[in-house]
């Protein structure tokens, strides 16, 4: 034997497809600049927005995290930036587009580098650095906002969610929407800033300016039985009772049986159970309640009760609705209607039913422990008003990161041009190939600018030539220059109330950058093939098996009319008949 040829050992399954080396990387590369293609066009207040249609419907939208999750993308490394997209909305709410477009220009300036053959360790090592030398940069540019007064906090908080807003479906709108998010945030629990309660309700119907905010709880009418018309509809400081419990007769269990002696006991059973529920219903009653809200169902004999007795129920009350009216009324959840002392009820300064377009809405203002708000959003087609939903919490997310972190940055991508001039400077004082990548990240970072140009329909290579000019400045003077998506020209965004919280910029360039080098990190793909199930294979080479003693047993078998088998048994393998008797 050959002593050079060594025999082939075989580490994988048969059929396992395996890639890997320059090539791979490449492809992994150009998967996710790809992408990025798609969304590209949907960045800034003149970006343009995504019609997705799947079996779930139709969705119109210009969110990043929202498109990245309906394109239903299945290339491994493209994933990442799904990833990243869903991390940027999840901690700051804002500039989804933003990461996923950064992370595929860092992609696309690192290619040729690749191609060439770059160590990717090289080029990683050169981003990480580039990355925590901007993040801190952006630290040093930030403007606090604490110290102010609340009047001005508030308008400068306003002014952040315009900027959010400004780039929306609702951006026509932005300093009716601006005042409402700002308001409904000030509402909550200012340590806590608890988004989950401040709770949206869609009403198709009306124009964007027929939307309100409720200083309280507002939700819909609920599922009402008979009765529920002749129930008062508004309260002035009412006492607010709230349940999680039935109040109606259960249906007996499947099978269930009552055995009696004596006819004569039949009566006293059904009486028994119709006391139950009226002891409760009583006892609801006795608590001095005037409003009944309960989690579980309210039926129609305890809705014509509390009818008669000028109270006003409603059953099965969502969730959140009904976290939301135990925070602004103080009220306390009860699983049984025993001891209800006056300290278990909520109240409010006033309740009242009021019909929104076709919907009827519950509504509690005036509440003393009001740590909660309700937008109620108005608008023509259905998916106008998911997308103003989306825009808004968007706002929302934006506004609360800017309380809890009082710092921000100008936007229009003033902040991106003043990061590349300040990585360009620092990447001439280091020696080596760091040098050329740092430059790169300092390049990718201009796309932001560059796309905004785009979207607007000017001149991306004049403007940026403009905005070079300006960040070079000695005195610094320029470094809140943005676009001007208006004029096409260039604009000091920091005068024109064009903010983001710092927070944004800090989590868009670390998280593009981590997503950046874990595809660079990553040199070979291993796809395993896909194998039948194990109890598959040999329930299927058990069924064989049937079948061929079947068919050798028919062979052999007497085939004469008196003594003929049932032919059903070697022609269903999963039916077995009894074979005839004889005559």
Not at 254 to 274: G, K, S
Not at 529 to 551: G, K, R
Request: charged share 25%.
């Amino acid at each position: 034997m050959n002593p050079y040829m060594q025999p082939q050992i075989i580490l994988l399954k048969e059929g396992t497809d395996s890639s890997q080396g320059k090539g791979q990387l490449i492809s992994n590369i150009n998967a996710c600049v790809a992408v990025v293609d798609a969304v590209r066009t949907s960045l800034g207040p003149r970006g343009m927005d995504k019609l997705v249609y799947d079996e779930r419907g139709t969705t119109i939208s210009n969110d990043g995290a929202t498109i990245m999750k309906l394109l239903d993308i299945v290339h491994p490394a493209a994933k990442t930036l799904v990833d990243i997209a869903k991390s940027q909305d999840m901690e700051v709410g804002d500039g989804t587009t933003t990461v996923v477009i950064l992370a595929g220009e860092l992609l696309r300036e690192v290619k040729a580098f690749v191609e060439e053959g770059v160590h990717p360790m090289n080029i990683i090592r050169a981003f990480r650095q580039a990355s925590s030398l901007a993040v801190q940069h952006v630290k040093d540019l930030s403007i606090s906002i604490e110290g102010k007064s609340p009047e001005e906090k508030a308008e400068l908080l306003q002014r952040c969610a315009e900027t959010s807003l400004n780039s929306k479906l609702v951006g026509g709108e932005k300093v009716f929407f601006g005042k409402m998010v700002v308001d409904a945030v000030m509402s909550l629990d200012n340590h806590l800033l608890d988004t989950r309660l401040i709770g949206m309700k869609k009403v198709q119907g009306g124009t964007m300016r027929d939307s309100f905010l409720v200083n309280g709880v507002a939700f819909k009418k609920t599922f009402s039985y008979a009765g529920f018309e002749q129930q008062p509809k508004s309260f002035d400081d009412p006492k607010i009772l709230m349940l999680n419990i039935e109040l109606e007769l259960k249906s007996e269990r499947d099978n269930a049986e009552v055995r009696l002696t004596d006819p004569t006991q039949y009566q006293a059973i059904v009486d028994a159970e119709w006391n139950i529920i009226y002891e409760k219903l009583q006892k609801c009653v006795d608590s001095g309640a005037d409003i009944v809200l309960s989690r579980l169902a309210i039926g129609d004999l305890g809705t014509q009760f509390f009818a008669d007795r000028g109270i006003f129920c409603a059953g099965r009350v969502e969730e959140g609705d009904m976290q939301r009216v135990l925070k602004a009324t103080g009220a306390q959840l009860q699983t049984t209607v025993n001891n209800l002392v006056p300290g278990v009820l909520g109240t409010c300064g006033r309740f009242e039913e009021r019909q929104v377009g076709n919907e009827r809405f519950n509504i509690f203002t005036g509440c003393p422990e009001a740590k909660t708000a309700t937008m109620v959003l108005r608008g023509g087609a259905e998916q106008f008003i998911e997308e103003a939903e989306r825009s808004l919490h968007d706002a929302i997310m934006i506004v609360r990161r800017a309380i809890k972190n009082a710092a921000i940055v100008p936007g229009g991508g003033a902040i991106d041009m003043e990061l590349s001039r300040f990585l360009r400077d620092h990447a001439r004082s280091i020696p080596g190939k760091s040098q050329l990548f740092i430059n790169a990240f300092a390049k990718a970072l201009e796309v932001i600018p560059r796309q905004l140009c785009d979207n607007s329909g000017f001149d991306a290579t004049d403007v940026l030539n403009k905005l070079r000019q300006k960040h070079a400045s000695a005195s610094g003077e320029g470094r809140n220059f943005g676009v001007d998506v208006n004029s096409g020209g260039i604009m000091d965004t920091y005068s024109a109330f064009i903010w983001e919280p710092s927070l944004v910029k800090i989590n868009a360039i670390t998280a593009a950058a981590e997503a950046v080098c874990l595809i660079l990190s990553v040199d070979e793909t291993v796809r395993n093939p896909a194998s039948q199930p194990p109890d598959t294979a040999a329930s299927a080479d058990a069924d064989a098996d049937v079948a061929a003693d079947a068919d050798a047993e028919w062979a052999g078998a007497d085939q004469t009319p008196t003594n003929r088998e049932t032919r059903a048994k070697y022609t269903d393998e999963s039916v077995i008949v009894m074979k005839k008797q004889s005559n």
